[in-house]
T-cell receptor, first 115, second 113 residues
């Protein structure tokens, strides 16, 4: 199994809503990531979890709240978002550490629209 | 610090023609280099990777890339373009194989019939 599964595929939410994005992998990867991608732009790193602990937060606004309940799951909780937060949110995972098999595997993304 | 520069935001080729997408890297340590492809409204799929073994790397879908240290380049090629190759292509670098890649801005490949 070399898949990273993200749900939902599409999400429309109002600015006062609370929603969550989910990500799951069963490859034994201990590093998991959230990226944000705007149209025609490269993915921008938001958060990195390493062994279920938050290791990198790229100065992301607090309206985005990540959670890693266990080594296979990664959530992104959303609250009071702005229209400019509309984007494709990508989850990725990789083996922890340095080595030849540390490439990131990406999910298909959640297309988020904030109205 | 490491970075990649992708020359050309758009590359247009005819079906059956050679595909050449350019990537130059900057890294203070031996880099690991990657090419990813992204189809519309999809995630990123790894095409190939360089991890300091062979300098000519073969990937999926007929793509290959050559690591040239003297030119700090890792250009992606395919001998004959197919319509299905139309997508966004991202070059990425991670220093010494550490796990967080840094992406280039992307190159959109357009394939004409």
């Amino acid at each position: 199994d070399t898949e990273v599964t993200q749900t939902p595929k599409h999400l429309v939410m109002g600015m006062t809503n609370k929603k969550s994005l989910k990500c799951e992998q069963h490859m034994g990867h201990r590093a998991m990531y959230w990226y944000k991608q705007k149209a025609k732009k490269p993915p921008e790193l938001m958060f990195v979890y390493s062994y279920e602990k938050l290791s990198i937060n790229e100065s992301v606004p607090s309206r985005f709240s990540p959670e890693c309940p266990n080594s296979s799951l990664l959530n992104l909780h959303l609250h009071a978002l702005q229209p400019e937060d509309s984007a494709l949110y990508l989850c990725a995972s990789s083996l922890q550490g340095v080595g030849v098999n540390t490439e990131a595997f990406f999910g298909q993304g959640t297309r988020l629209t904030v109205v | 610090a490491q970075s990649v520069t992708q020359l050309g935001s758009h590359v247009s080729v005819s079906e059956g023609a050679l595909v050449l997408l350019r990537c130059n890297y900057s890294s203070s340590v031996p880099p690991y280099l990657f090419w990813y492809v992204q189809y519309p409204n999809q995630g990123l799929q790894l095409l190939l990777k360089y991890t300091s073994a062979a300098t000519l790397v073969k990937g999926i879908n007929g793509f290959e890339a050559e690591f040239k240290k003297s030119e700090t380049s890792f250009h992606l090629t395919k001998p004959s373009a197919h319509m299905s190759d139309a997508a966004e292509y991202f070059c990425a670098v991670s220093p010494g194989g550490s796990y967080i890649p840094t992406f280039g801005r992307g190159t959109s490949l357009i394939v004409h019939p």
